[in-house]
């Protein structure tokens, strides 16, 4: 049964009309909470307000480079003795040399005289080589170190430099002066330092073999205080 509208207020039921198409209204958040939730925002703003932004990192200035000071000490220089020569199997103007230098076994070198000494003349030879370039292959061949030799002013002869009498393998070739001076380990490519020296190294008047600095100083190549000197190549170039 349904009762009227009538008999419902005689009883006291006050009727709520609803619409049901009226949209929901949001549920107001308790005043306690809201407030809980400003504050929190507040702190947290004051806090991010109050730490200083992480500084970027400055890079470090590099030191500068180390000015490279080129002497003739950086070159090993050593006693060797050709102990075996044989034509380059694929190059007629080289030699392939077996030179000792007082290490385990001898060093494999390739040398380009062919055209100016005799295959006769270079067998049992003392020689000063040059230790610490870095090894090359010539035409296939490795070579590890390089006979140094003076060449005329015509460029016609080619003569070996000689240590004095009495010299050993591996025994040190120094300049005169430049005696108390450490050899490199190995000469860089890219320092270029035979080539800064090699432009002041010749034989004087009396062939004796040396370096001439800036100051057109003469400093002689010695083995224990002894001159290393050619046959008979005077003002020659050294190389």
Known sequence: HSLSADALAKAGIQLVEIDLNAPVQAKKQAPSAAKDKKDASAAKDKKDAGEPKAAKKEKKPQPAAKELVIVPSMIDLRVGHIVDVEKHP??????????????????????????????????????????????ASMRGVKSFAMVLCATSTDGETVEFVEPPKGSKPGDRVYFEGFEDGTPEEQLKPKQKIFETIQPGLFTNDSREAGWYNADKKFHKLLVGGNVCTTATVVNGSLK
């Open 90 to 135: 694929d190059a007629d103007s080289l030699y392939v040399e077996k030179i000792e230098v007082n290490e385990d076994e001898p060093r494999t070198v390739v040398s380009g005289l062919v055209r100016f000494i005799p295959i006769e003349q270079m067998k049992n030879r003392d020689v000063v080589l040059v230790c610490n370039l870095k090894p």
